[in-house]
């Protein structure tokens, strides 16, 4: 075991300083603006710190330190597709400055503004559906990679996954969007200092000659080359930055932020600041990966290596600082993922099918309960499923199960006039069906005919699902124009926030 | 050594700094959001 009464003292301590300052702050959630939007308080400072908590969980560091350790350097080009992309969306505003002026909670309230009701209860079930599948094994990474940390062996991770669990539940349930914001802060500032801290340390153990030699023999030319990389090349690329794009735009989340921002001002500067951060964020853990493959060689295991590395290059009490910055790192995104869905499946679902509507209280409840819901499921799921490829990959690929069609959906939504109800909802569903085909046909990919092959090339199927929806939108739209006139957004629908 | 190793890890340089400069500020900053957050009400004034 790597853990020292110190590092316990400083985990325990830290851990139970972000349940007490969670559960103090729900006493700011006067209504439902201010259970999921924060009452839009949040401003530049505070929106990025949160922003990139959400978007950096201990699962980022799993998945970012194997692509390290499987590509080498050439995985760092991630992180530059992902710069350019959040740096775009937040300099141009592309979407989420029109979403924050017309007061939006959830991108599928969105979709009844613009289309109808059918419309939201669609876009909210895909994005419900896709965003639960894709945060299903972040509650098992976390268990490996901290066991690994903590050098327990994987007969802790039931018990790690729990723990994490009970806490980030108990805030988050009862204080909504101000406990996840203020205990993202603290969570940012505590994993910075981590981060910071670590990469010192490994930077002290490894040295550039150790690291070119690992790469070059292990990876040759493709661990320096992303083109020549076989995991990557240029099909890849695209895929990334277009990801990237209606990630940043559409992955709500992170577009909670904006949507939480004081004004679209506030929320452009917030996504671009934080864009700036996207490099570092993916380069440090994936250099951490590097190193594994300088200290270990190639022989280990791709999500077990960068853990044991730290697990052997910290000293006593900085072991227990990076297992608590990695809890934040978790519990932050948990916070922000869980509320986001649960308010999706309440607000654009739950509440669409009832006639009426339901009340802000119930609202408020009916979230709570879905949050636990969404709490169980990732024990369960986690549990029990085996990922078929990389982890990076299928984050990816359940992410664009909704992103694609959102994409196709909310920017023709905003910027052309002729997009319908029926191009949005072909949009939504061919954006979904390729993903979830991949998802499944994976599982038999040794046994599918080879006209059917590509669907298990995630790279393909990415692309794929983001062409067929904005085909579907186009086609849709301009098939049906006689019989499903265009509705433009009712001004008097708006309230201006 | 490889030559790609020197142009990744300048860029790893760059970007790091990048990383922990802006948390730095907005670390120190971010205080100040949060007591707005929780301490004043919509119209800019302490909550009473």
Redesign the interface.
Request: proline share 0%; glycine share 10%; no cysteine.
């Given at each position: 075991m790597n853990f020292s009464p110190l590092d316990w003292v400083i985990m325990i301590g830290y851990l139970s300083t972000t349940i007490y300052i969670g559960l103090w702050?729900r006493k700011?959630v006067e209504n439902l603006q201010g259970y999921i939007v924060?009452?839009r308080?949040?401003?530049?400072?505070?929106?990025?710190?949160t922003f990139?908590a959400t978007e950096l969980g201990t699962v980022t560091f799993v998945y970012f330190g194997e692509l390290g350790y499987v590509a080498g350097?050439s995985a760092?080009i991630i992180?530059?597709l992902a710069?350019i992309s959040y740096t775009f969306v937040g300099k141009t505003g592309f979407i989420i400055e029109k979403l924050r002026e017309y007061g939006m909670m959830t991108i599928p309230e969105f979709y009844q503004l613009r289309f109808n009701k059918k419309v939201r209860i669609l876009g909210g079930s895909i994005l419900f559906i896709g965003g639960v599948l894709n945060m299903g094994i972040f509650l098992k990474f976390d268990g490996i990679f901290l066991s690994e940390v903590m050098g327990f062996g994987p007969q802790a991770v039931g018990f790690i996954m729990a723990l994490m669990l009970v806490v980030v539940m108990s805030y988050t349930i009862l204080g909504g969007m101000?406990s996840v914001?203020?205990t993202d802060?603290m969570q940012?500032?505590v994993l910075?200092i981590a981060?910071?801290i670590t990469?010192i340390f490994v930077l002290l153990e490894v040295d550039?000659?150790q690291?070119?030699t690992a790469?070059?023999s292990n990876l040759g030319e493709g661990?320096?080359?992303p083109i020549e990389n076989t995991r990557f090349g240029w099909s890849f690329i695209v895929w990334i930055l277009v990801t990237n794009v209606a990630a940043a735009a559409l992955w709500q989340p992170g577009t909670s932020k904006a949507l939480s921002a004081k004004s679209p001002a506030v929320a452009k500067k917030i996504f671009w600041?934080t864009g700036?951060?996207f490099?570092?964020?993916a380069?440090?853990p994936m250099?951490w990966g590097i190193a594994a493959l300088a200290y270990f060689g190639a022989g280990e295991s791709t999500t077990s290596a960068m853990p044991m590395l730290l697990g052997e290059v910290l000293p006593v009490g900085f072991l227990g600082l990076l297992v608590a910055g990695l809890l934040a790192a978790s519990m932050s995104t948990y916070s922000s993922y869980v509320l986001a869905w649960s308010s999706v499946l309440t607000l654009d679902v739950l509440s669409s099918l009832k006639k009426g509507g339901y009340s802000e209280r119930k609202k408020i409840l009916i979230t709570r309960v879905v949050s636990g819901f969404i709490g169980l499921f990732l024990l369960v799921f986690g549990l029990w499923y085996e990922i078929p490829e990389t982890a990076f990959q299928y984050i990816f690929i359940t992410g664009t199960m909704y992103t694609a069609g959102a994409l196709g959906t909310v920017t023709a939504g905003l910027y052309w006039k002729k997009a319908n109800d029926i191009g949005a909802n072909a949009a939504l569903i061919l954006g979904a069906i390729v993903p979830a085909g991949f998802l499944i046909l994976e599982n038999f990919s040794e046994t599918l005919p080879n006209w059917l092959a590509f669907f298990t090339n995630v790279n393909i199927a990415g692309m794929l699902s983001f062409v067929l929806a904005a085909l579907g939108m186009i086609l849709g739209s301009l098939l049906t124009q006689k019989s499903n006139p265009a509705k433009l957004i009712n001004e008097s629908e708006v309230h201006y926030a | 050594m490889h030559d790609g190793v020197i142009i990744w890890m300048s860029l790893f340089g760059i970007f790091a700094t990048l990383f922990f400069g802006i948390a730095a500020v907005v670390s120190v900053k971010g205080l100040d959001d949060v007591r707005d957050l929780l301490f004043t009400n919509n119209d800019g004034k302490e909550n009473e």
């Open positions: 702050v700011y924060a009452g308080k949040i401003k530049v400072s505070l929106g990025i710190a990139t350097f760092f992180g530059i710069l101000f914001v203020v802060f940012y500032v910075s981060m910071l990469t550039l000659t690291l070119s790469v070059t661990g320096f080359n600041v700036l951060t490099a570092g964020r380069m440090i250099f | -």
